[in-house]
């Protein structure tokens, strides 16, 4: 099983842009979908990105669609989220999660989780 250790969130302006990391330790890391959600106050979790296990597929939320991109370092075991010209709404706490052998929009399916970092955007 992986551990999931997020970073890279931060106060910005809006149309500003963020990298956030999401650091894999553990075994088997190519058998697992890495996803991106977010959480904002008072809401569910949200799906933004996921990065399919098999064949590195990328899906985004219609809401990030253009704006975001995932993308992955094998070599580090690292998924990063690229996240350009910010908007207020993205405010949230982002949380990656990891599933083996499938991919899911459904934050329930996914066990293994980071801590989250958080995103703010604020003029």
């Known amino acids: 099983q992986v551990q999931l250790v997020e970073s890279g969130g931060g106060l910005v302006h809006p149309g500003d842009s963020l990298r956030l990391s999401c650091a894999a330790s553990?075994?088997?890391?190519?058998?697992?979908?890495i996803a991106w959600f977010r959480q904002a106050p008072g809401k569910e979790r949200e799906f933004v990105a996921f990065r399919d296990w098999n064949g590195g597929v990328n899906n985004y939320a219609d809401s990030v669609k253009g704006r975001f991109f995932i993308s992955t370092n094998n070599a580090k075991n690292t998924t990063y989220l690229q996240m350009n010209s910010l908007k207020p709404e993205d405010t949230a706490v982002y949380y990656c999660?990891?599933?083996?052998?499938?991919?899911?929009?459904?934050?329930?399916?996914?066990?293994?989780w980071g801590e989250g970092t958080q995103v703010t955007v604020s003029s």
């Open positions: 553990g075994r088997a890391f190519n058998i697992y979908t």
């Open positions: 999660g990891a599933r083996a052998f499938s991919s899911s929009y459904d934050s329930q399916d996914y066990r293994i």
